[in-house]
């Protein structure tokens, strides 16, 4: 063996050794969308520019990484679980899905309801799980360990579903110069919504960090705050009015209870350190969306400025 081809072959078996950790992925599934709110009830087209609002709520995440069981049911696994109806219809349950790696699916929909609320997300119930460990191991913890109990710190799940009220005068913008009073911003609601399925709130490694006077105490979350952070009634959320930082500038948290309408609140420093406190490798902060926006901004700019110089 020449001293390169065994260098080639270290370097092989520690490829092997170490799990290597992938950008998690979220698809969203409109099957149970039977009240029109992301499809045209009458043609059964999307509507596309709210769907897109979602993959943009989805890209906040982007930056997580993780290694996600695939979920894959062989000949004598079988697995379900039941999803509350994104659109408020009968309880669904769901049989024998398959999920790729590093991927959660989330069920979408939305419904008229009382005005005020603007949405919630649920993780599935009655999960059930038969065949192979490896398989059961997959669907209910996606081959994290340790991820329930007192002491958890990890999480892994399959997805979710999410609801909207189509009540709510929604603003459906991504330029957040479109926002107003009165209208509550439809990204803003999805990324936290997203954020509940991802464990914030809900997983056992959540409920594990917080103190018996109701503060969270997550590494990475200490860190961010400078102390211990308050959490709301529920230990759901970060408490009301939190503050943080967002692109280096003051923000209320995403992850506290509510958001005025007419305003965009994007995860702060310390909504990603309570992600990573639950056990999600948050390796990269992903881009800004302003600075998306400004990029994009400038580049019109000067396209327009080249075509200004051109001879007439
Ligand atoms: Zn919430």
């Known amino acids: 063996m020449t001293l390169r081809s065994s260098i080639a072959a270290l370097s092989a078996a520690g490829l092997l050794a170490m799990p290597s950790a992938h950008a998690l992925v979220i698809e969203f599934d409109y099957t149970y969308d039977t009240k029109g709110f992301f499809t045209d009830l009458e043609t059964g087209a999307p509507i596309v520019e709210r769907r897109s609002l979602l993959e943009e709520a989805a890209s906040f995440y982007s930056g997580f990484t993780d290694s996600l069981s695939a979920i894959a049911p062989q000949a004598g696994d079988s697995w379900s679980v039941r999803i509350t109806h994104p659109s408020l219809g009968p309880t669904v349950t769901l049989t024998d899905l398959t999920l790729a790696a590093d991927t959660l699916r989330i069920y979408v929909g939305g419904s008229e309801s009382a005005p005020g609320v603007l949405g919630f997300a649920r993780l599935g119930s009655n999960l059930t799980a038969s065949g192979s460990d490896e398989f059961v ?128 609140e994007l995860p702060t420093v310390l909504d990603y350190a309570g992600f990573a406190d639950i056990g999600w490798q948050v390796s990269a902060v992903p881009e800004p969306q302003h600075a998306a926006l400004f990029g994009l901004g400038a580049l019109t700019v000067i396209a327009a400025a080249r075509r200004r110089r051109k001879p007439a």
Do not use: C, K
């Open 137 to 264: 191991d997959a669907v209910t913890t996606r081959g994290q360990t340790n991820t329930t109990g007192v002491n958890a710190t990890d999480y892994g799940t399959w997805g979710g579903s999410i609801w909207f009220n189509a009540a709510n005068a929604w603003y459906f913008g991504s330029d957040p110069a479109g926002l107003t009073p009165g209208h509550p911003d439809f990204l803003t609601t999805a990324i936290h919504e997203i954020g509940h399925i991802l464990g914030f709130g809900e997983a056992d490694a959540w409920y594990a960090r917080i103190n018996d006077d109701g503060y969270f105490t997550g590494a990475h979350s200490v860190a961010a705050y400078g102390d211990p952070v308050p959490v709301d009634q529920y230990g759901a959320h970060w408490a009301s009015g939190t503050m943080s930082t967002y692109a280096g500038l003051p923000q209320q948290t995403l992850m506290d209870p509510s958001t005025r309408s007419g305003t965009r």
